[in-house]
């Protein structure tokens, strides 16, 4: 028994060493330095069936149309970022659990949509469920309207149609952050990506107005972020900028802070528009460095503010994220895109995303359950929080 108890010890004191080395090797890297698994609208609760029922013909006459109608350019931008084709309801077919179980587990990267509604009362009656009402049906999943009468931003993903939350309000989502901070202090810092919903889809009456994010709500939205957070759990792009003349020069020099220095902290990656697509932004106007902002804007490599990049199609882009990378550039790719992978249980997008070297690795599926019954899920390899990057932490 003795003997037992002695190796047990043992294997407990290894474990907690290898732990404790593997943090040590970590914080010695910067945050440009890592890499780290993280949910994509990471908020989401599932879309009432009859909702979807509803919207997928609707969605696919309208995506014909324009298809049909876009330019060659763009149209070719859309389907890097939407390589396949799958139905609305099959593109929604996810849902994660809340912040602190999706910390808990290991993800380091959370996605919070975003809507700008400065009077309130803007997202209380969603057309789809009053549609389906007016039809009969009775049965549609409850969804949370706490605050949704008060003015401030709210979390969703699309008006009217995909609208149920575990975080009804922004003020809401960053609370269960800093909560779960608190209890962890020391915490390896998070990636919080932060999409500025500007654009509606009102395929029914009574839908919702959504309004764009000009300079002043961006401001209220940089706010919000240091009210609930508190400014010492931020690294923004002035403590990156440092002494050099642009974001841009600081980040092609690595000036980014070590693991060490921001344990314990929150990284702000801002798209400024509706899916990314629009990188025109009042988010900095004025500010061409970012100066005084608290998150970092998506970009392209020759902005001055360039900092962070999305690039979303790692097997289109394997070569341009690897670059980038190497550059000194924070990227975002995804492991799957709109349910395909796990539909099908192929993890090619997965390891290529991963093989890419980008930083923030994006997955709908991060434990095994989907609604595909099939095995597909996605993990960080080797396991744990995060892990040497393994095109720019190499000695």
Known sequence: MKTMMTRALG???LACATTI????SLDR?????VQVLGTHNSYA???DAAVLALVDPIFEKMGETFMKSMPEDQLAAFREFHPNTVKMSEGLRYNHPPFDV????GIRSIEIDVYNDPSGNRFNRPAAYQVLRQKGVTDLAPF???DLDKPGFKVLHMADIDFRTHYTTFKGALAAMR???DAHPGHFPVYVMIEAKDKGIPLFPGSAAVLPFDEKAFDALDQEVIGQLGRDKLITPDDVRGQFPTLREAVLAKNWPTVKAARGKFIFLLLPSTAGMDLASDYVK?????????????????DSYAAFLLLDNAIMRQQEIQQAVKQGFLVRTRSDIETYEAKVNDHTRAEAAFKSGAQVISTDFFRPGNGYGTPYFVTLPGGGEARPNPVNARR
């Open 11 to 13: 294997t407990m004191l």
């Open 144 to 146: 949370d309207t706490t």
């Open 29 to 33: 890297l910067k945050i440009n330095q």
């Open 102 to 105: 999706q910390l808990d587990a």
């Open 45 to 47: 609760r599932p879309v």
């Open 21 to 24: 080395c593997g943090a040590q």
């Open 286 to 302: 004025n500010r061409p460095n970012l100066e005084g902002r608290v998150m970092f804007m998506q970009s392209k490599p020759q």
């Open 179 to 181: 909560s779960w901070s």
